[in-house]
């Protein structure tokens, strides 16, 4: 599979000689090293999903928890609050329309991811099929969900940077993105106002309102795309096998 220069490598640090001569190299339970190859114009994010795999299941076993091999049931929603800036003013009225439209289809948490600690954060991704989260660099923690999962990433009005959608394709999850509508801050001179001033404080950390209508809609889409592409079964007649397994 690896030419053998890049072939991975188990490491016993702690019976090999070379490595256990001074006892106090390594403290952590668990260190994956890396040596990526990065195909040209990746972005110098993981460059591929196999590397992706890697990270994945060293931390896995990190945690001590490892990711479910099918869903009979509903699939697992997280949606993440921003602790500080960057909210989505309507949350609440949000999450009020999923528990009307949405739950025979999804079960969810709506948390805080940063307040979580690395073993629980960890565990979170894993048991996700569907994140929606607010552009910011906690989404980075989709790296722990398995392929094929499906990531919505909520653009602040004017926001254009697409980071994190590329770095759900070098992971091999699903990345879209959903835009809402609003008002430059008065950093913006106007709309062709590039400064940093305006492209991070008067767009980026502004907070918004959001279309709850077309949310559900991309939930419904990532639903549809999460039962064909990560488990397998068609989206079509799922409802029916569903109902078999629990009868």
């Known amino acids: 599979m690896f030419p053998s220069h890049y072939r991975p490598t188990l490491l016993h640090p702690y019976t090999d000689p070379e490595l256990s001569a001074n006892h106090n190299l390594l403290c952590d339970r668990i260190i994956t090293f890396i040596r990526n190859w990065e195909p040209k114009g990746s972005g110098s994010f993981i460059g591929t999903e196999l590397s992706a795999d890697f990270f994945r299941a060293s931390a896995y076993v990190y945690a001590n928890y490892f990711p479910p091999t099918s869903r009979i049931s509903k699939l697992k929603l997280t949606l993440v609050r921003r602790p500080t800036i960057r909210l989505i003013e309507n949350h609440d009225k949000f999450v009020q329309r999923i528990n009307q439209k949405l739950l025979d289809y999804y079960t969810y948490d709506d948390i805080v991811l940063e307040e979580l600690p690395v073993d629980q954060r960890i565990k979170q991704m894993i048991g996700t099929d569907v994140l929606f989260a607010v552009h910011g660099t906690g989404v980075a923690n989709m790296l722990f969900m398995t392929r094929h999962s499906y990531f919505i990433e909520a653009y602040p009005p004017h926001w254009y940077w697409s980071c994190y959608q590329r770095f759900a394709r070098a992971i091999g999850v699903k990345g879209v993105v959903f835009k809402s509508r609003g008002e430059r801050g008065p950093e913006c001179k106007d709309a062709e106002d590039k400064s940093a001033e305006c492209q991070y404080k008067g767009i980026r950390d502004r ?21 064909e592409n990560k488990y397998h079964r068609d989206p079509v007649t799922i409802e029916k096998a569903w109902i078999v397994c629990y009868e």
Request: charged share 20%; aromatic share 20%; proline share 0%.
């Open 207 to 227: 907070n918004f309102n959001m279309s709850v209508n077309d949310g559900i809609k991309y939930l419904w889409e990532a639903r549809l795309y999460v039962i």
